[in-house]
């Protein structure tokens, strides 16, 4: 059977190239396997939690500007993901344009992240520019040619894709930029370095998060990251999201997820899971 790897299009875009990533790991197994690109994350993740694919690949932290807040509210609403592997890859940003000088630039497009990610450059360098963000990195470069005053923060791989000038290079706010990569499916994942969590919590109750988080200090589990995002329910209401040391099966993490029921409202395990470092050629 082909595998279907969803990922953020259109072509060019550092989900794909994560995406391309672990289609080679596939591919070395002897795995066939296919990429389907979609216009947005939340289209990605549904995409696989419906069966129109097998895999989805989306970004899920930046080294710079954090979370991809909107991945890990689809990973709450959606129920069915579980994680595969996390794949870590270096992020340098270029700025394409057809623009003869950074002086005639009036807009530059991107995605959110990759603005934020280049914010002091552009406020330093160019304070005038009109920031616009857009789905993906790479969804404006097919107008770039028609707009001569228009830029787009992307990739040096979407240059040669798309056959683009590279206007500015280096213009991430600092150098040691990489992006985390969640590798998503339909399938139990209970072994690996890393387990995430999500969990709300009782509200009005003082408190309330101390005990969670006991849970695992009382058994010297790592926490290496920990993120509130609103509930949407009510203001001051939140759900948090944990990265943990350790997989499913071993003891103290199966004691502390046991015992976490008791204190939580909802508890969802996204599964365990490997951390893979790529490099720029991936």
Not at 58 to 73: H, K, Q, R
């Amino acid at each position: 059977m082909t595998v279907s790897i969803a990922h953020l299009g259109p072509s060019g875009t550092y989900s794909e190239q994560a995406a391309i990533a672990y289609r080679d790991r596939l591919q070395q197994e002897g795995q066939e396997t296919v990429l389907h690109p979609y216009p947005s994350i939340p289209q990605t993740l549904k995409a696989v939690a419906q069966g129109e694919a097998q895999i989805a690949v989306v970004p899920v932290e930046n080294s710079i500007e954090g979370s991809v807040a909107v991945t890990l509210d689809m990973m709450w609403l959606l129920d069915t993901l579980q994680i595969q592997l996390a794949l870590v890859l270096p992020i340098a940003h270029v700025l394409l344009s057809h623009a003869q000088s950074l002086d005639t630039l009036q807009v530059v497009y991107s995605h959110p992240q990759a603005l934020a990610q280049c914010q002091l450059w552009f406020t330093q360098f160019l304070p005038h520019v009109q920031l616009i963000p857009t789905n993906s990195t790479t969804e404006a470069l097919q107008h770039l040619e028609r707009e001569k005053t228009a830029g787009a923060i992307s990739s040096l791989r979407a240059a040669k894709l798309y056959n683009l000038p590279v206007l500015a290079s280096g213009i991430s706010d600092y150098p040691d930029n990489c992006t985390r990569f969640w590798v998503l499916s339909r399938q139990s994942s209970t072994v690996g370095s890393h387990t995430s969590l999500a969990f709300s919590l009782p509200a009005n109750v003082p408190g309330a998060l101390v005990k969670p988080l006991q849970v695992f200090a009382q058994r010297n589990i790592n926490l290496s990251r920990i993120e509130s995002r609103p509930t949407k329910r009510s203001l001051g209401e939140y759900l948090y999201f944990i990265d943990l040391e350790g997989d499913s099966h071993n003891s103290a993490v199966e004691s502390a997820l046991t015992e976490l029921t008791a204190h939580t409202e909802i508890l969802k395990n996204f599964g365990s899971y490997k951390v893979v470092l790529l490099n720029q050629n991936n």
